[in-house]
């Protein structure tokens, strides 16, 4: 369905470009001609412009576990890492034709550019056979980015008259998404070894928690969505006009997967746990239990442009 979408698109935007270029070939052909003999010719519009863009990538990745080992008789941890957006940045362009002075039919392209911040908070509590027991918490931020290529292919219908006018457009809408991001979870960790108290040496058990680097590395894929916009023209003359529009674009969640990053450890809270290790071994446990390093991405986003319009064909506008 995808690719006869796009098929459908890209020969829509070939028969618009073409029937552009004839419009303009016919206007200079008909440049001395009479304001009567131009009357209904200006059946293009040519919009360009740049825009800010607020996305809706808020997902979130929840970890906990609970575990015991020799003198702790309770270990519960977890990592809860929450995805904030940045203000992002957008251009683009889009070619309609009206088949009459108030409906026509508009091909929209642009490309977004946005951070992505991330927050992963991590929660420890640790409780002793002896019974007391502490509780740690840290969080760190990390940063990731997300680009989107929308092309759309919408109904557009234009209002009013004078100096100010109307423009709504809305349709179908096919994305090309890329997404990367990294940041880490907090993965408890024990070790038992002798110390030496004079005049003996005491079995002594240390406990901290190891800040495990996950990815999601550039991930790209296409969806079908939709878009909706509304805008004011402030007409310069016949020809050109300022446009202020803002434009919603709905894109399906896509669920991502975070990739462990392999390495040797320092605890976060303590200094006792140096260089340990995490491997695919201990992947492979989180496995076993069932635990999943999942996030869903939705691309939406809100954008707010300012641009120009270009009226090709007559200056006479019904």
């Known amino acids: 369905m995808k690719i006869r979408l796009l098929k459908t698109i890209t020969a829509a935007a070939v028969l618009l470009l073409a029937a552009a270029v004839?419009?303009?070939?016919?206007?200079?052909?008909t440049a001395g001609s009479s304001p009567a003999d131009n009357a209904g010719r200006n059946k293009f519009e040519l919009h360009l412009f740049g825009s800010f863009a607020f996305s809706r990538i808020t997902g979130s990745t929840l970890y906990s576990a609970s575990w015991s080992s020799n003198y702790l008789s309770a270990v519960n941890e977890q990592t809860v890492i929450t995805m904030y957006p940045d203000l992002g940045l957008a251009a683009g362009a889009s070619l309609a034709y009206f088949f009459s002075p108030t409906i026509g039919i508009q091909l929209r392209a642009g490309f977004l550019g946005a951070g992505v911040g991330n927050t992963s908070v991590f929660n420890f509590h640790w409780t002793w056979n002896s019974g007391e027991s502490g509780l740690l918490e840290q969080g760190f931020d990390r940063l990731g980015h997300?680009?989107?290529?929308?092309?759309?292919?919408?109904?557009?219908?234009?209002?009013g008259t004078g100096r100010v006018e109307g423009a709504f457009s809305g349709g179908l809408t096919l994305f090309r998404n890329t997404f990367r991001a990294d940041t880490?979870?907090?993965?408890?960790?024990?070790?038992?070894?002798?110390?030496?108290?004079?005049?003996?040496?005491?079995?002594?058990?240390?406990?901290?928690?190891?800040?495990?680097?996950?990815?999601?590395?550039?991930?790209?894929?296409?969806?079908?969505?939709a878009d909706l916009g509304a805008a004011l023209n402030l007409m310069v003359n016949d020809r050109l006009a300022i446009?202020?529009?803002?434009?919603?674009?709905?894109?399906?969640?896509?669920?991502?997967?975070?990739?462990?990053?392999?390495?040797?450890?320092?605890?976060?809270?303590?200094?006792?746990?140096?260089?340990?290790?995490f491997g695919t071994a201990e992947a492979a446990d989180l496995a076993r239990s069932g635990k999943t390093f999942t996030l869903p991405v939705n691309p939406s986003y809100v954008e707010g442009s300012i641009g120009v319009v270009f009226y090709l064909g007559g200056a006479i506008r019904k």
């Open 22 to 29: 004839a419009t303009l070939a016919g206007s200079a052909a």
């Open 146 to 159: 997300i680009t989107t290529l929308p092309l759309s292919i919408n109904l557009a219908a234009r209002t």
């Open 184 to 225: 880490i979870f907090g993965y408890g960790t024990t070790k038992t070894e002798p110390v030496f108290v004079d005049p003996n040496w005491v079995l002594t058990q240390y406990v901290d928690a190891l800040p495990v680097g996950l990815s999601i590395p550039a991930t790209s894929w296409t969806a079908l969505g």
């Open 243 to 277: 446009r202020l529009e803002a434009r919603y674009f709905y894109c399906p969640t896509k669920t991502l997967t975070w990739n462990f990053v392999y390495g040797s450890y320092d605890g976060i809270f303590f200094t006792d746990i140096k260089g340990q290790p």
